[in-house]
């Protein structure tokens, strides 16, 4: 299996423009993550899917996020408008039945100008 | 949630063992004890998971007391590939699948 594929590994945008960043969850896991992480807020979990469905998405910052998983092996996670401050790496992950055990994709660097 | 609490920081050389110990107080009965391992520009991975007593794998071990309310992992001979930033987490589905991830420790290895 070639493991969590992010895309796009890079992405540079102006303040406003809408981001779409893009996930392929390992074949046959159940579950779906989506994190942040910058320097000074760590790694935070911002929503997470099961069987599709989202679950908990009480770390999506603001409206301006949303996520979506239309079907088993494909997720997106939106901004719209984005803004200097979703500077950040984004990383998905995925984990079978046990949640415990996530792997997690090479993650997509965000810069927002 | 329960709440970990690890060292930011530690410093080791080429051929030792390291101990890096997390406190988890409120750590619940049917909580799994993870640790995770992130290298600069890439996501963390799993190294080990366990619930009690020893766990060993090819990377490390993972040494867990009766009361469940610390862990420590084990890094036998470090070499500066180990150098890296270290994660425990506590948690899983008991709490609606929410696992946490701390500031965790960021282990230097020289040679």
């Known amino acids: 299996d070639a493991g969590v594929i992010q895309s796009p590994r890079h992405e540079v945008t102006e303040m406003g423009q809408e981001v779409t960043l893009r996930c392929k969850p390992i074949?046959?896991?159940?579950?779906l993550f989506w994190y942040r992480q910058t320097m000074m807020r760590g790694l935070e979990l911002l929503i997470y899917f099961n069987n599709n469905v989202p679950i908990d998405d009480s770390g999506m910052p603001e409206d301006r996020f949303s996520a979506k998983m239309p079907n088993a092996s494909f997720s997106t996670l939106k901004i719209q408008p984005s803004e200097p401050r979703d500077s950040a790496v984004y990383f998905c992950?995925?984990?079978?039945?046990?949640?415990?055990?996530?792997?997690f994709g090479p993650g997509t660097r965000l810069l927002v100008l | 949630l329960a709440k970990t609490t690890q060292p930011i920081s530690m410093d080791s050389y080429e051929g030792q063992e390291v101990n890096i110990t997390c406190s988890h107080n409120n750590i619940a009965t049917n909580d799994y004890i993870t640790w995770y391992q992130q290298f600069p520009s890439q996501g963390p991975r799993f190294i080990i998971q366990?619930?009690?007593t020893k766990v060993t794998n090819e990377v490390a071990s993972l040494f867990i007391p009766a009361d469940r309310k610390s862990s420590t992992l084990s890094l036998p001979r470090v070499s500066l590939s180990d150098t890296a930033v270290y994660y425990c987490?506590?948690?899983?589905?008991?709490?609606?699948?929410?696992?946490?991830f701390g500031q965790g420790t960021e282990l230097s290895v020289k040679p």
């Open positions: 366990g619930y009690k």
């Open positions: 074949s046959g896991h159940d579950y």
């Open positions: 987490l506590v948690g899983g589905d008991n709490q609606g699948g929410k696992l946490i």
């Open positions: 992950a995925s984990s079978p039945v046990n949640q415990e055990t996530q792997y």
